[in-house]
């Protein structure tokens, strides 16, 4: 963590990590992957100097490394670093590297372990920089730090540091059964717990505690804090994962189809029979109700529930 922020705090220290890092290589803000013998994906393993002769050969001058923003560190220190390669040609990037860049949302889902928050958390800072180039009290240009932790305005010095937007998603249970909605631009069938964005001001328990009387017109009575998420779509999201319960006799739902087109109480049974469908990836006719894969807080929410009410 102290190697980290010395990176973060000091230009000529990030400048020589830079030189022999690990790099992960973006193109328009979709990751590059690979597929290995086994069919699963993994992100392609490239050093500083892969990227430069890369570079090299795809006509770029090596200012683009410049570029890069620090992500992490591996446990042995190495600096972990993510460049977007947008302007260059992706065919040739392609078939230099031996992957394919594959969008967040699939990319996201398709790896495994530590890779999928890491990727989604680079992304989110090369989304970041792409759009903040300009201070919004002046409109003069902003310009960032070696790590890319922070950009600076060149006029008033203002320094603007990466956002996370602050979002409560709750599965509600009145002791039998949980609550569990979509909004129209799920895909087809999923179902999730609720979610909302913190109003400015409010504590975590208001905005759940509003959100789930707005969303289904339901009082909650207790709740208590699973864990949390960063969530990269569409924009960073900071999800705060809780439980919460309502009394059996005032479960009567009242949704508001402005914000869900549905919203069910669901058995232990149905919930426990849709973990055993796999998410659906498109192509074919999705299954009639399914839910978020494993790297969503809302499926880890679904499976704590389900360990709860069986213990
Ligand atoms: N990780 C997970 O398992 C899940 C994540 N989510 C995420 O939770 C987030 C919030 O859920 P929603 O039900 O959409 O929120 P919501 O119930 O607060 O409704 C969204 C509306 O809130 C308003 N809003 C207020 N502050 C906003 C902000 N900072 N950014 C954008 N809109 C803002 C906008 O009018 C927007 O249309 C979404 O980004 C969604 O992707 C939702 C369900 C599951
Ligand atoms: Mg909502």
Redesign the pocket.
């Known amino acids: 963590m102290r190697f980290l922020n010395g990176l973060k705090q000091n230009d000529d220290v990030c400048s020589v990590a830079l030189q022999d890092a690990h790099m992960f290589l973006f193109h328009r803000l979709s990751p590059l992957l690979q597929r290995n013998h086994q069919g699963t994906f993994r992100t392609t393993e490239l050093r500083t100097s892969d990227v430069q002769s890369l570079l090299e050969n795809l006509g770029s001058d090596r200012t683009l490394l410049q570029e890069a923003v620090l992500i992490g560190c591996t446990e042995q220190n190495q600096a972990q670093f993510c460049l977007d390669i947008g302007g260059l040609d992706q065919a040739a990037a392609e078939e230099l590297c031996g992957g394919t860049f594959v969008d967040l949302r699939k990319s996201f889902f398709l790896l495994s372990g530590a890779e999928a928050p890491l990727v989604a958390k680079a992304q989110a800072l090369l989304r970041w920089h792409k759009t903040s180039g300009f201070c919004s009290a002046t409109g003069q240009p902003t310009h960032r730090n070696q790590a890319g932790s922070q950009r600076t305005c060149s006029s008033s010095a203002i320094i603007y540091y990466p956002k996370m937007?602050p979002?409560v998603?709750v599965l509600v249970s009145d002791g039998e059964r949980c609550l569990l909605g979509r909004?129209a631009t799920f895909p087809r069938g999923m179902y999730?717990?609720l979610?909302?964005?913190c109003d400015m001001g409010e504590t975590l328990e208001e905005t759940l505690s509003r959100?789930v009387a707005e969303?289904v017109g339901l009082e909650v009575k207790s709740f208590s804090f699973s864990s949390s998420?960063h969530?990269p779509?569409?924009?960073s999201?900071f999800?705060m994962a809780c439980h919460a319960s309502v009394s059996p006799a005032h479960s009567q739902l009242c949704v508001d189809h402005s914000?869900l087109e549905d919203a069910r109480w669901f058995s232990q049974q149905e919930v426990l029979c849709a973990l055993q469908t796999p998410p659906h990836r498109g192509g074919g006719a999705a299954p009639p109700f399914w839910l978020?894969p494993k790297h969503?807080?809302?499926?880890r929410l679904i499976t704590e529930w389900i360990q709860n009410t069986r213990s």
Do not use: L, N, T
Request: hydrophobic share 45%.
């Open positions: 937007s979002v998603i909004q999730s717990a979610a909302g964005f959100e969303e998420q969530w779509f569409p924009q999201s999800m914000e978020p969503a807080v809302a499926h």
